[in-house]
T-cell receptor
Framework: EAGVTQFPSHSVIEKGQTVTLRCDPISGHDNLYWYRRVMGKEIKFLLHFVKESKQDESGMPNNRFLAERTGGTYSTLKVQPAELEDSGVYFC????????????FGPGTRLTVT | GENVEQHPSTLSVQEGDSAVIKCTYSDSASNYFPWYKQELGKGPQLIIDIRSNVGEKKDQRIAVTLNKTAKHFSLHITETQPEDSAVYFCAAINGGRGGSNYKLTFGKGTLLTVNP
């Protein structure tokens, strides 16, 4: 069974540009999460989808971040326009229903904003 | 909201020794406590977890203990090997009604180095 995959693995962009990160969850997992780790700090929650619906967006830092999950399959996280403080590693995770337990993480996308 | 403290931030042991990493949490309603191992260039890998109705869980060389009264849980690795070297994260979640539901709150991580 394939794990969670993320693309790209690394992105370097200039301040003010736009970047779109993609996540493909484990097949059959209705729950999809985005997390971020900035500058060696703890991994922090961004948002949670159940199928195509946003269940919890409490961790999204501001309206420059837009997440979508078309058709309840893969998800994208767009940052527009990117700022220096957006640099970090963005992780996607997925879990089966019911419950939030056993969240499996992807390899992450390292975003560098210069 | 939930706050998770993790200690130590770095831990160096000799191959064959045991390693213990400790975490405390603030939300008494938290009921699920996973541990993740992150190797260089990879994502966090779930290695063991425990739910609040259990005090201890073992899986070969790793074990997790939970003290709900004191609100702390620990990861124990016995007979450490060089391939155990990685960053370890603890996390907590309140998966029940009225809690944070599906959001994992992480500790800051422990860099474990196992010296051959």
């Amino acid at each position: 069974e394939a794990g969670v995959t993320q693309f790209p693995s690394h992105s370097v962009i200039e301040k003010g540009q736009t970047v779109t990160l993609r996540c493909d969850p484990i097949s059959g997992h209705d729950n999809l999460y985005w997390y971020r780790r900035v500058m060696g700090k703890e991994i922090k929650f961004l948002l949670h989808f159940v199928k195509e619906s946003k269940q919890d967006e409490s961790g999204m830092p501001n309206n420059r971040f837009l997440a979508e999950r078309t058709g309840g399959t893969y998800s994208t996280l767009k940052v527009q326009p990117a700022e220096l403080e957006d640099s970090g590693v963005y992780f996607c995770a997925s879990s089966q229903d019911p419950g939030p337990y056993e969240q499996y993480f992807g390899p992450g996308t390292r975003l560098t904003v210069t | 909201g939930e706050n998770v403290e993790q200690h130590p931030s770095t831990l160096s042991v000799q191959e064959g020794d045991s390693a213990v990493i400790k975490c405390t949490y603030s939300d008494s309603a938290s009921n699920y406590f996973p541990w993740y191992k992150q190797e260089l260039g990879k994502g966090p890998q779930l290695i063991i977890d425990i739910r609040s109705n259990v005090g201890e869980k073992k899986d070969q060389r790793i074990a997790v203990t939970l003290n709900k009264t004191a609100k702390h849980f620990s990861l124990h690795i016995t007979e450490t090997q060089p391939e155990d070297s990685a960053v370890y994260f603890c996390a907590a979640i309140n998966g029940g009604r009225g809690g944070s539901n599906y959001k994992l709150t992480f500790g800051k991580g422990t860099l474990l180095t196992v010296n051959p």
